[in-house]
Nanobody, 122 residues
C-alpha cells in the first residue's frame, strides 16, 4: 500500500525559504515518478516539480528557478526546496506518485499525500 506523508510547511515571510519533505512507503522513490503539486482554494491543483521514473527533474515554468526537487534514496524521501518565496506561492502542497505519464504531465498519479500548508506572508 502506497503512503505519502508530507511535512515542512508553515508560515514564512516573502523572500524566505522552506524545505518540504515527502516520506514514501509502498513505492521506491528512486525508480518511480514522484511529483509535488500545489492547490489554492477555488483553483485546480497544479504541478510544481517532478521526477520522471528515470530520475529527470522537471519544473513548472512559474518556478523561475526558485524551487528544487531532490530525493534521498536511502530515506525513500523526496524534497522540495523552495527559495525566494512569494505570497502567490501560498498553497497546500501535495506529494504525488503513480503512473509516470500522469505525474509528470500535471494530471497527477493515483496516490496523494495529505498535503502541507505553506503560507507566505509578512
Amino acid at each position: 500500500q502506497v503512503q505519502l506523508v508530507e511535512s515542512g510547511g508553515g508560515l514564512v515571510q516573502p523572500g524566505g525559504s522552506l524545505r518540504l519533505s515527502c516520506a514514501a512507503s509502498g513505492v521506491i522513490v528512486s525508480s518511480s515518478a514522484m511529483g509535488w503539486y500545489r492547490q489554492v482554494p477555488g483553483k485546480q491543483r497544479e504541478l510544481v516539480a517532478a521526477f520522471t521514473s528515470g530520475g529527470t527533474a522537471t519544473y513548472a515554468e512559474f518556478m523561475e528557478g526558485r524551487f528544487t526537487i531532490s530525493r534521498d534514496n536511502a530515506k525513500n524521501t523526496v524534497y522540495l526546496q523552495m527559495n525566494s518565496l512569494k505570497p502567490e506561492d501560498t498553497a497546500v502542497y501535495y506529494c504525488n506518485t503513480g503512473r509516470p505519464g500522469l505525474v509528470v504531465a500535471g494530471i497527477g498519479g493515483d496516490y496523494w499525500g495529505q498535503g502541507t500548508q505553506v503560507t507566505v506572508s509578512s
